[in-house]
């Protein structure tokens, strides 16, 4: 009976978590008589018509390519960045450790509003708003805090006598950084990738102010400003959702260890 | 000169951090400082002529006189309150069925991290189109095929926050479950093989030992969870647009709309100030909170 309830629970978890999405894919490859009709149709033709209409009538891949740049520059530096702040704050003598890394957790708790309008003024001055560097800008800014605290935490675990080995056999601090602490925290540099990637792969907010030239917009802002003539369309949003999508998905699937580290890293400290 | 070894150390540390920390003081530090200036300004971005004459206080007195703001406060405070409380009790019942042995766990696990997953503006087109008033799921759960009796879901007050609520649930409950599991790990076998041997109930169990020992878990969840609901723009944006009738309109929302649609840059600013302040208080109330129970934990 108890065993019975338990089965229940764990399956009507997985159901909820996974059903809704389910169903927005299925949309996706319906026709749009199909989607509109009632009661609904539970087993699409398949067509991949939203697919091909998303690509030529709403420029997806377009969409697609800045995502992919702008998330993956954000990545790349972000990360560059944690490595060098991560490594001084977690392993070096500092006045003021407390200080820093409680600075970094208050920015990373910032409502974006509260910046939002200067954000937007300091890039309008520069001449940078509907430019990929005007949005990656606050992306690396808002997943500092994040990147820092995960590499932080693994950096600090690493035994101390391979730093002391390597400071012996007369590498310089930046030597025994880069060639034997990196290494090292490789797992650690590669869970705060996966989670910066996602944030900047989602982020709306900014990139509705920033990106207002639909040639330069990402994925997020094109699935929320699709319009169709009459009606929403339905069946191109959610192809672009899926496309959105499962890549995330895959990165879940193959990854969820790391991910899970990460996310609950701050958590058992 | 030769430096000393602690002094090289320091040095070096600090071109590390400098980079890191011109990001964040620039384009965080620096614009929070920044919105206060511009709230204590008239500017209104179609009207550059006007430039931007300094007037005091007026901003503020104008947004404690102004209904939509006050109202999309309590709102806030609204979605905050019910979405966490949900996030939490369905993250802790996730959690609690995870932190079991059981054939497929694995799978569950990246099952519930999907939701997770998944574009912020994907999700409010999913459970848009889902609350949908001609052709939803919901209608169709509700009331089959008598499309006469749909209900415009979004379009009514109160349906339309609910609707915003359950799409925050249903995809940051998964967030709340993992920082809530990672406390359950900490917690020793032998507690409840001692708790067992002197003959209390499961749920004794679960109100004596569980319960204390993941507190400042669940406090670090709920902190997260606030700030982060407190956020909430995407799905009001996609599902709502604040409406019907500003039902659903939260602060972000709103002071984007003031700043960015309207162009009143310095009265906007002053909701971004006030929603500053506002986490501000919260984040270190909790941020007390946690330092103290994890304070006794060790004791």
Same mark, same amino acid.
């Given at each position: 009976?108890?065993?019975?309830?338990?089965?229940?629970?764990?399956?009507?978890?997985?159901?909820?978590?996974?059903?809704?999405?389910?169903?927005?894919?299925?949309?996706?490859?319906?026709?749009?008589?199909? @989607?509109?009709?009632?009661?609904?149709?539970?087993?699409?033709?398949?067509?991949?018509?939203?697919?091909? &209409?998303?690509?030529?009538?709403?420029?997806?891949?377009?969409?697609?390519?800045?995502?992919?740049?702008?998330?993956?520059?954000?990545?790349?530096?972000?990360?560059?960045?944690?490595?060098?702040?991560?490594?001084?704050?977690?392993?070096?003598?500092?006045?003021?450790?407390?200080?820093?890394?409680? &600075?970094?957790?208050?920015?990373?708790?910032?409502?974006?509003?509260?910046?939002?309008?200067?954000?937007?003024?300091?890039?309008?001055?520069?001449?940078?708003?509907?430019?990929?560097?005007?949005? @990656?800008?606050?992306?690396?800014?808002?997943?500092?805090?994040?990147?820092?605290?995960?590499?932080?935490?693994?950096?600090?675990?690493?035994?101390?006598?391979?730093?002391?080995?390597?400071?012996?056999?007369?590498?310089?601090?930046?030597?025994?950084?880069?060639?034997?602490?990196?290494?090292?925290?490789?797992? +650690?540099?590669?869970? /705060? /990738?996966?989670?910066?990637?996602?944030?900047?792969?989602?982020?709306?907010?900014?990139?509705?102010?920033?990106?207002?030239?639909?040639?330069?917009?990402?994925?997020?802002?094109?699935?929320?400003?699709?319009?169709g003539q009459f009606t929403l369309p339905w069946g191109e949003i959610a192809a672009?959702?899926?496309?959105?999508?499962?890549?995330?998905?895959?990165?879940?699937?193959?990854?969820?260890?790391?991910?899970?580290?990460?996310?609950?890293?701050?958590?058992?400290? | 000169?030769?430096?000393?070894?602690?002094?090289?150390?320091?040095?070096?540390?600090?071109?590390?951090?400098v980079p890191c920390f011109l990001f964040v003081v620039f384009f965080a530090l620096?614009?929070?400082?920044?919105?206060?200036?511009?709230?204590?300004? *008239?500017?209104?971005?179609?009207?550059?002529?006007?430039?931007?004459?300094?007037? +005091?206080?007026?901003?503020?007195?104008?947004?404690?006189?102004?209904?939509? /703001?006050?109202?999309?406060?309590?709102?806030?405070?609204?979605?905050?309150?019910? &979405?966490?409380?949900?996030?939490?009790?369905?993250?802790?019942?996730?959690?609690?069925?995870?932190?079991?042995?059981?054939?497929?766990?694995?799978?569950?696990?990246?099952?519930?991290?999907?939701?997770?997953?998944?574009? %912020?503006?994907?999700?409010?087109?999913?459970?848009?189109?889902?609350?949908?008033?001609?052709?939803?799921?919901?209608?169709?759960?509700?009331? +089959?095929?008598? %499309? &006469?009796?749909?209900?415009?879901?979004?379009?009514?007050?109160?349906?339309?926050?609910?609707?915003?609520?359950?799409?925050?649930?249903?995809?940051?409950?998964?967030?709340?479950?993992?920082?809530?599991?990672?406390?359950?790990?900490?917690?020793?076998?032998?507690?409840?093989?001692?708790?067992?041997?002197?003959?209390?109930?499961?749920?004794?169990?679960?109100?004596?030992?569980?319960?204390?020992l993941i507190k400042p878990a669940l406090l670090i969840a709920l902190l997260f969870?606030?700030?982060?609901?407190?956020?909430?723009?995407?799905?009001?944006?996609?599902?709502?647009?604040?409406?019907?009738?500003?039902?659903?309109?939260?602060?972000?929302?709103?002071?984007?709309?003031?700043?960015?649609?309207?162009?009143?840059?310095?009265?906007?600013?002053? @909701?971004?100030?006030?929603?500053?302040?506002?986490?501000?208080?919260?984040?270190?109330?909790?941020?007390?909170?946690? +330092?103290?129970?994890?304070?006794?934990? *060790?004791?």
């Open positions: 009976m108890k065993k019975a309830l338990f089965h229940i629970t764990v399956f009507v978890i997985v159901v909820l978590s996974l059903l809704p999405f389910l169903w927005f894919v299925n949309t996706s490859l319906k026709t749009s008589l199909e @989607i509109t009709s009632i009661p609904p149709v539970f087993i699409p033709s398949g067509t991949v018509q939203s697919y091909v &209409s998303a690509m030529k009538d709403y420029n997806l891949l377009h969409y697609v390519a800045n995502s992919v740049y702008v998330a993956g520059a954000t990545t790349v530096i972000t990360i560059f960045l944690s490595v060098l702040a991560g490594y001084a704050l977690a392993r070096l003598r500092i006045k003021y450790k407390g200080l820093l890394m409680g &600075s970094l957790l208050l920015v990373s708790m910032f409502p974006q509003i509260s910046i939002a309008g200067p954000v937007w003024r300091i890039l309008d001055g520069l001449g940078w708003l509907n430019s990929y560097q005007g949005l @990656i800008i606050p992306y690396v800014t808002l997943t500092l805090p994040l990147g820092v605290w995960i590499l932080a935490s693994f950096f600090s675990e690493l035994p101390q006598e391979l730093e002391d080995a390597a400071r012996i056999d007369g590498c310089g601090h930046l030597q025994t950084l880069l060639r034997i602490m990196v290494p090292l925290a490789a797992p +650690g540099v590669f869970t /705060a /990738a996966i989670l910066i990637f996602i944030y900047a792969w989602n982020e709306f907010f900014f990139a509705l102010l920033i990106m207002t030239r639909q040639t330069v917009q990402t994925l997020p802002v094109g699935i929320a400003l699709f319009q672009a959702s899926t496309v959105a999508t499962v890549p995330l998905v895959l990165i879940v699937l193959l990854f969820q260890k790391q991910i899970v580290r990460g996310l609950s890293s701050g958590a058992i400290k | 000169m030769k430096l000393s070894l602690i002094a090289r150390e320091r040095i070096f540390a600090s071109s590390l951090l620096y614009p929070v400082s920044y919105s206060f200036f511009l709230s204590l300004h *008239k500017i209104i971005l179609g009207l550059p002529s006007l430039g931007q004459p300094f007037v +005091g206080l007026d901003n503020y007195r104008d947004l404690f006189h102004d209904q939509v /703001a006050r109202h999309s406060l309590s709102n806030t405070l609204l979605f905050v309150f019910l &979405s966490t409380f949900f996030e939490l009790l369905f993250g802790l019942i996730i959690a609690l069925v995870i932190n079991r042995q059981f054939r497929g766990r694995g799978l569950v696990r990246a099952a519930i991290l999907v939701p997770w997953a998944i574009p %912020t503006v994907v999700s409010s087109q999913m459970w848009r189109f889902i609350f949908n008033d001609k052709y939803g799921l919901v209608n169709f759960l509700f009331y +089959g095929s008598h %499309t &006469s009796l749909y209900a415009a879901w979004l379009a009514n007050p109160l349906t339309a926050f609910a609707a915003i609520v359950i799409a925050d649930v249903w995809k940051t409950s998964s967030f709340a479950a993992l920082i809530i599991l990672a406390g359950l790990q900490l917690i020793p076998d032998e507690l409840y093989e001692a708790a067992e041997m002197d003959g209390a109930s499961e749920w004794q169990q679960f109100t004596q030992i569980t319960l204390p969870r606030t700030m982060d609901a407190f956020r909430v723009f995407d799905l009001v944006f996609v599902m709502t647009q604040g409406g019907p009738g500003d039902s659903t309109n939260v602060l972000q929302f709103y002071g984007y709309k003031k700043i960015f649609a309207e162009g009143l840059m310095g009265y906007g600013s002053t @909701i971004s100030v006030l929603v500053f302040f506002i986490t501000f208080i919260i984040a270190l109330f909790y941020l007390k909170l946690i +330092g103290t129970s994890l304070f006794q934990e *060790k004791q």
